[in-house]
């Protein structure tokens, strides 16, 4: 069954369906991260239905985006969504595998790309039985490896990758950046209050970027009394 939802009231609209990968807060969280500036041109890896690209789109509109997107109902959605807000020309699918990007995309044709990619490796724990969901949750169709590849091929020199993933895997995910030649440049974790244990890691990177990680301050999603946190607020549109 699908469902269309907006973002904010009068803004952008995005869909999901409940046999494909359910939007959630790591998506949100990860579209605060990129700086953004009009005129950019972005590559989402592994797009799902559009919602990282429209959450840039209704912070920054005019960016273009292209979603590649290897489930082929996916990105039907996906061109659905672009249809149904008018972004024609700004946001369009590019249906394919990440692993063969250089048949998909041009080389260092892109400023910015994200990626929501898989947590868990191949073999880890118990996967759903559908196909699609089991490539959204553990590396079955893709690694770390293959997504830093790609990115570092369709970034220009000085361009930025910005992805998020799990703490438990920030060694794995720091290898895969160096040995594909992105730096490691901004690393910001996210807590769900306070002085708790990170759930989550937003990490920027940068083709040709010098030595050099910068750690921000934690983003946290709840008050002490439970609340949601005011930056929360922000990225999820409830506050200016």
């Given at each position: 069954?699908?469902?269309?939802?907006?973002?904010t009231?009068?803004?952008?609209?995005?869909?999901?369906?409940?046999?494909?990968f359910?939007?959630?807060?790591?998506?949100?969280?990860?579209?605060?991260?990129?700086?953004?500036?009009?005129?950019?041109?972005?590559?989402?890896?592994?797009s799902?239905?559009?919602?990282?690209?429209?959450?840039?789109?209704?912070?920054?509109?005019?960016?273009?985006?292209?979603?590649?997107?290897?489930?082929?109902?996916?990105?039907?959605?996906?061109?659905?969504?672009?249809?149904?807000?008018?972004?024609?020309?700004?946001?369009?699918?590019?249906?394919?595998?990440?692993?063969?990007?250089?048949?998909?995309?041009?080389?260092?044709?892109?400023?910015?790309?994200?990626?929501?990619?898989?947590?868990?490796?191949?073999?880890?724990?118990?996967?759903?039985?559908?196909?699609?969901?089991?490539?959204?949750?553990?590396?079955?169709?893709?690694?770390?490896?293959?997504?830093?590849?790609?990115?570092?091929?369709?970034?220009?020199?000085?361009?930025?990758?910005?992805?998020?993933?799990?703490p438990?895997?920030?060694?794995?995910?720091l290898?895969?950046?160096?040995?594909?030649?992105?730096?490691?440049?901004?690393?910001?974790?996210?807590?769900?209050?306070?002085?708790?244990?990170?759930?989550?890691?937003?990490?920027?990177?940068?083709?040709?970027?010098?030595?050099?990680?910068?750690?921000?301050?934690?983003?946290?999603?709840?008050?002490?009394?439970?609340?949601?946190?005011?930056?929360?607020d922000?990225?999820?549109?409830?506050?200016?």
């Amino acid at each position: 069954m699908e469902h269309w939802e907006y973002l904010t009231p009068g803004g952008l609209r995005f869909v999901w369906e409940d046999k494909l990968f359910r939007p959630g807060t790591d998506t949100f969280l990860l579209s605060s991260l990129p700086r953004l500036k009009p005129g950019l041109q972005i590559c989402d890896l592994g797009s799902g239905t559009g919602l990282l690209a429209l959450l840039l789109l209704q912070r920054q509109p005019e960016l273009t985006v292209a979603g590649v997107e290897i489930d082929p109902e996916a990105a039907a959605l996906l061109e659905r969504a672009a249809a149904e807000n008018g972004l024609e020309g700004r946001l369009a699918a590019c249906r394919g595998d990440l692993r063969d990007i250089r048949s998909l995309l041009p080389a260092g044709g892109f400023d910015l790309v994200v990626c929501n990619p898989p947590y868990y490796a191949s073999g880890a724990g118990k996967l759903p039985r559908e196909e699609s969901l089991r490539a959204a949750r553990a590396e079955t169709a893709c690694t770390l490896e293959d997504i830093c590849r790609a990115a570092a091929y369709l970034l220009r020199w000085g361009g930025a990758l910005c992805l998020v993933h799990k703490p438990e895997r920030l060694t794995d995910l720091l290898c895969a950046l160096r040995a594909a030649a992105l730096e490691p440049k901004r690393l910001r974790t996210v807590c769900r209050r306070a002085g708790e244990r990170p759930s989550l890691a937003l990490l920027e990177a940068r083709r040709g970027g010098s030595p050099g990680l910068s750690w921000e301050p934690p983003l946290i999603l709840e008050t002490a009394e439970g609340r949601p946190a005011p930056e929360l607020d922000r990225i999820y549109f409830r506050a200016p």
